[in-house]
């Protein structure tokens, strides 16, 4: 089975409309929309924002559910020259940018006791994908997703995202899941589209453009998933 987890409702909607069979068990009042996405079984659930709700949410969902894949969808800050809002990343790697032990000897971004840094994509997913990502009326990248409590919204801290990290987009999720996978040996994936450029207009762009970015996400991670 095929967990699929995103922050927000409007993350989910092209997904869930989608699915056919679908059934909803709530486990602890929390809502898990179980189903079928072309072809294959999945599960989606809604998080919240940020790195806690995220790995406690997949942390709830591993438990509850086999699975083989989870993958985090929805939308981030472009960082890379050149995109455009609607394009969508697919995750080489995701990298925890607010994870900060340098006092300790660690590299920026290195998770001490586990020691990593990239936490990486389940290479099926970029495989499957580059069959047809030409085909879309938007770009696909592949590069560093970024995570961090904090929504970006200045020049200067995404010039830092993308100086000391290569970042192609940031969100406040998607390294966090990287993590738990990690932990629970389970495939990871993150896949985000774009919403905003994480520079000063940040915050009316995302409004703006949630409903596009969230839905050419959601387009290419169907497609995907009905090509694996
Ligand atoms: N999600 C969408 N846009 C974002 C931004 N600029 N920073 C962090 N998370 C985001």
Known sequence: MIGIIASMEEELNYIKESMEDVKIKNINNTDYVIGNLHGKDVVVVRCFTGKVYMALTAQKLIDNFDLDLIINCGVA??????????????????????????????EIGQVPDIEIKDFKQYEKINETAKEFVQNYDFKVYFGNIMTADKFVSSKEDKE???????????????ASLGEVCYVNKINFAGIRGISDSADE?????????????????????????KAM
Not at 160 to 174: A, P, R, S, V, W
Not at 201 to 225: P, Q
């Open 160 to 174: 830092y995202l993308i100086e000391q990290f290569d970042g192609y987009c940031t969100d406040m999720e998607t």
């Open 77 to 106: 800050g472009g960082l890379k020259d050149g995109m455009h809002i609607g394009d969508v990343v697919l995750a080489t790697n995701a990298i925890q940018s607010d994870m900060d032990v340098r006092g300790l000897g660690y």
């Open 201 to 225: 207009g940040a915050n009316t762009d995302f409004r703006e453009n949630l409903k596009k970015a969230s839905d050419n996400c959601a387009i290419l991670l169907c497609d995907i998933i």
